[in-house]
């Protein structure tokens, strides 16, 4: 997978989890934070497209293909044992931790110090969504603008912090 690869899927989730937050707030908000977070993560991609970084070495895609397919059964099983406990409203941060715990199986795959960041950063975002009233517009903003902040700064910027 080439470097730009990966930033570009990156960046088309941050996209998602943009429109997810966006949602989530009143509608004149809405469009302003939906529009300008989308122009930022227009600048980032056309910035990944320019941007030349070394390899950090062999990227193995077994391991990459263990870390998505653990990513998505972990998915499954939260959203059916939290829609089972009656605790549906827990799901989108609970899924923003899955992802973020995801991108340890990345740095697994191919190394990169900004994988292990971008899970820290945004496990803890996610983490702290989730003690916000269960299902709120609150929770859902947080959830969502934080996700794709984090996932926007790391893809579009190289950050390694």
Do not use: K
């Not at 995801?102 to 989730?130: N, P, S, V």
């Amino acid at each position: 997978m080439s470097a730009f690869t990966g930033r570009a899927i990156g960046l088309g989730f941050a996209v998602l989890w943009l429109i997810l937050g966006a949602a989530a707030l009143p509608i004149p908000w809405r469009c302003l934070v939906g529009a300008g977070g989308l122009a930022v993560i227009g600048i980032f991609v056309w910035r990944a497209w320019r941007m030349e970084e070394p390899r950090t070495g062999l990227f193995r895609m077994g391991r990459y293909r263990i870390a998505v397919i653990a990513e998505f059964a972990a998915i499954a099983v939260t959203q059916l044992l939290l829609g089972r406990w009656g605790l549906g409203g827990y799901l989108l941060p609970a899924v923003g931790i899955l992802v973020g715990l995801h991108f340890i199986g990345l740095w697994w795959a191919g190394g990169g110090e900004r994988y292990l960041w971008l899970a820290a950063t945004m496990t803890a975002i996610d983490a702290a969504a989730l003690l916000l009233p269960a299902g709120s517009a609150a929770m859902q903003a947080t959830a969502g603008l934080g996700s794709a902040a984090a996932l926007a700064w790391f893809a579009g910027t190289g950050a390694r912090r």
